[in-house]
């Protein structure tokens, strides 16, 4: 009896969460590269929904029925399959985010997208705990949810003011979250950094979260892809304004706008008709001394400067360009995740837009005003559903980039004060914490060379590859990657690219493609130093060049515990434990990091997952190399201790490791600088912090494989405790060496 409570807990989540998936039964989402006016026409007749609100003679994503996924192949149509089962998938994401909404401490809070009524209790705990945050009320929507948010102010009089608003649009949850977050971390930094209060001690600041409550509740209880406010239209069963394209700025200027009520650009009937954009309208005319505004959208990788109805240069276009790239590259920076900047249709990475509101602000109240669109940056990246795991990358992105609007307000330079730093700016009046040092090659805050190079560029690991890359529709590779002995290229837009590698000519060389979409119009090719093609192919594949035939001795048992999986002659060196240690570590479903406190009797790692192959898809270590069962490849080699790995399932697996239990306070774990994958030594649960103690001054951040982090900057450990059989990824800004504790 006890396995049916679960259930029918699951089962009561399922049924309530339902709702707004609905609109999307038998329904499947896809994207098209190319959509000419003929296809658009016949899509529409056959009430297929545009997630793009541009024209559709460009790539399009795109919601289809049945009818309408059948008249596409019988009709020839290349489409790539983004969600096959649109109401299974919004069933799911929804059933899961039900049972996480309990979570509400720190950081946790922000791991699941929360509903309208969480978001203003959220905002209700921010301004109790905060002696400069204020809870404002705007005013109401059409259906009489209040718009409020944050002011924050120290005080004083004709301030510069700056103004930060997330969802216009219902279905961009992540806008929400973004929002909600930065207005938290703006509290809890202001009352422990220095930098924050010296900004603040100059600039007001405004946060409103939800500027479209009604549109946000419907999307959690009717239709996860509202777009709209919901105020119904006179003479027509099509309900809804869309909010950004009602703005008194090129109003009904036709650059992607509709004046159908159905349409989801929907102008409305005047400039403001719609009662949030009214309201919004009204509160910011009242702010004193209004200079910068942003306006939080998702989803492209984003930032957009005014003005966006035209491509013609506004009169601060100077200021405008040199405030929208120092916002992009603090968003790029965060995570090494890459945002575009630009103005108009920013090179045509997005599209022209009348009646926008960066665009009102901007002409109407004089302030700059921007557009970001958050992460990801493609519907295959999870879309206006962008994966939970992201949320708080997302929000440390756009954290980052609205700081910097906030610093250009204070009309003060931050940087580095310290005068025997190499990047010590004498200009600085604030000091920002960015001061570093000399690498070994003598670049300031550098990484040293690169794998295989010295410090003047020059190959010294043997010879130079010429690595050619080619995309035949010319719009990059759609997340596909080679990976050639554990670097990895890929093309991230155009048609081709060329790229330089060092190897060992007297090895062999591992060769992968593959990890993307649209694998058909990848190709490339491997040339040695002197233009000899060594190695070509397209995606997917496995491969290898170089001396890969030489015979190399070394153990050749499997059963030995110093096999060698690479050796082809025994040398009679092998090696037998008498060991009856083991280890089971169970697997789920899917992604998962694992580590063993086990030295296996079989290292190698496709003899670790022996016993749970047949559900195996792929291995991953932190160089990228992998173990690929279907196609009897390991470029992995040796499952080294101390380590950890990415497996990916087809179902729940318990793998069992025999050998011998490592003594974790007499093994040392070196880790480099930058991402690596850590494994867990000690045969028992400990606290993270304690366990890392040692190293937590070069510690950045240490993720688990479901996103939950450990950061010690903030002094927060989402993680708890370390668990045997996890691995865990850890970015440090130095190498590092250490031993855990012992058992």
Known sequence: MKNLIPFAFLLMVFQISAQNSAPYANTTLIHLKSVSPALEASLNNLEATFLSCREHQSSSDIIVSETALNWLSINNIVFETIVSDLKEKIDNDNAAMELLRSQRDGEEWYEIYRTYDEVQDKLVEIANSSSIATLIDLGDSYENRAINGLKFSTGGTNKPAVFFNGCQHAREWVTVMATTYFADQLAQEYATDNFTQTLLDIVDVYIVPIVNPDGYVYTHTTDRYWRKNRQPNANSSCVGTDLNRNWDADWNGGESTSTSECSDVYVGTSPFSATEANVLKNYMEAVPNLVGHLDIHSYSALVLGPWGYTNAESPDHDEIVSLGNAMNDAITNTNNYPFTFGVGDANGALYLASGTMPDWSYDELGALGYTFELRPNSSSGGGFELPESQILDACAENFNGAMEMIIWAAGIQGGCMDATACNYDVNSTVDDGSCTELDECGDCGGNGPNPGYDCDGNCVTGETLTIQLEDSYGDGWNGNNIIINGSSLTIVSGSSSTEVLCYDSNSCISVTCDGGNWQEEVSWSIL??????????????????????????????????????LATIDDSSCEYSSATDVQIINLPLGWYIFSSFIQPDSPSIDSLVNSIVDATVIIKDAQGLAYLPEWEFNAIGDANVGDAYLIKLLSNQNLSISGTKIIPEEFVINLSEGWSLLGYLRDSPANLVEMLTDINEQIIIVKTFDGSAYLPDWDFNGIGEMTPGQGYQIKLNAVANFSYPSN
Not at 535 to 554: K, M, Q, R, V, Y
């Open 528 to 565: 040695s130093s002197d233009g000899i093609e060594l190695l070509s192919g397209g995606a997917p594949f496995i491969g290898e060049f170089g001396n890969c035939s030489a015979e190399i001795s070394g153990c050749i048992d499997p059963l030995a515990s110093n096999y060698n999986n």
